[in-house]
């Protein structure tokens, strides 16, 4: 199929049509990327047993290297709490994240504070915000609540002016034992927002939020280049960089096989489609893989290049419109 042949289209037209009540998406992201088994038992749990049901596990993207695994899932509101609660309860059981050796070939590349670290509320039209609103504050005050794991809010629903917004990097600086420092106290003393006023004895901490869709997208750099050439070209590329393009959070890793990569969440696919994002990288690295991590819109895609593999893209299934058409 040829992506450049799409036509673009607006993202309050294309990605839902006129579903009443809301299909929303949530993005779970879990700390864990070896063990199979428990990936497969905590990807049981946020898929459910009901037929006729709306709910639907679109994705699951599994990374060793990140020690990371991606959920991506599909739901009306209050049945996708459910799920998620499921799915929360089934990681805290499974995941241990606070006694985790810091080195970095145990703990995994991807920066986490806890072991269901990150639960975006993804709504796919502008109408749909405030559901997707409410079912996030739900969320957090159930699993503050019934799992004893702090929820910390960020992006918009962490306040109401845009310039305090506190944000998902922020809150992982310094990643488990930075956060348990700050929520100890000193100077940069922070609370959550929801559930207990400490971490969690073995799953830390949960981040939640409610947005639009992003695409986490990532680049394998061509050898000679090393992880240093990929921190340089993150920090060239991302916004606020000295060649930054708008939206893009950018760092740059090292895989197994010293390959380079540079890692990306691209929050305003819309406006920064992943060719313009490619193009940046490309004009000081050479390419030789892309990878997208979950969904992304189809409008995210336009004109990417044929001389670029994307591992393991299925447009039926990685594409939001396609893989919600049968929710």
């Known amino acids: 199929m040829s992506l450049a042949a799409r036509p673009r289209r607006s993202p309050d037209a294309s990605l839902v049509g006129a579903m009443t009540p809301p299909i929303l998406l949530a993005v779970p992201n879990v700390s864990e990327g070896r063990d199979a088994q428990a990936i497969a038992a905590i990807g049981e749990a946020f898929a459910g047993a009901d037929a006729d049901s709306a709910l639907r596990l679109l994705d699951v993207h599994t990374d060793g290297d990140h020690h990371r695994s991606v959920f991506t899932i599909a739901a009306r509101p209050l049945e996708l709490a459910d799920t998620l609660l499921r799915g929360a309860r089934a990681t805290v059981r499974r995941v241990d994240v606070m006694t985790r050796a810091p080195s970095a070939e145990h703990a995994g590349q991807h920066p986490h504070v806890g072991a269901l670290d990150v639960v975006p509320i993804v709504y796919l039209e502008r109408e ?52 348990r420092a700050r929520i ?66 950018a760092i740059g890793i090292a895989l197994g096989g010293d390959v380079a990569q540079v890692s990306m969440n691209v929050e305003r696919p819309f406006e920064t489609p992943l060719a313009s994002v490619l193009a940046a990288v490309r004009a000081h690295a050479d390419v030789v893989s892309a990878e997208l991590v979950g969904l992304a819109p189809a409008a995210a895609l336009e004109g990417f290049p044929g001389d670029i593999p994307l591992a393991g893209f299925d447009p039926a299934r990685h594409l939001i419109e396609n893989a919600l058409g049968s929710c």
């Open 128 to 179: 749909a915000r405030g559901a997707a609103c409410a079912e996030a504050l739900v969320v957090a005050d159930r699993i503050g609540e019934e799992l004893e794991v702090p929820v910390f809010l960020y992006d918009e629903l962490s306040g109401g002016d845009p310039d305090s917004l506190r944000t998902r990097a922020e809150l992982r600086r310094g990643g488990v034992a930075g956060l």
């Open 184 to 249: 100890a106290g000193g100077e940069d003393a922070i609370a959550p927002d929801f559930g207990p006023p400490r971490m969690h004895p073995s799953a830390g901490a949960t981040l939640l939020a409610a947005r639009p869709p992003l695409v986490a997208f990532n680049l394998q750099l061509a050898p000679p280049a090393d992880v240093q050439d990929a921190r340089r070209v993150a920090a060239l590329i991302r916004e606020g960089g000295e060649q930054g393009l708008p939206g893009v959070r």
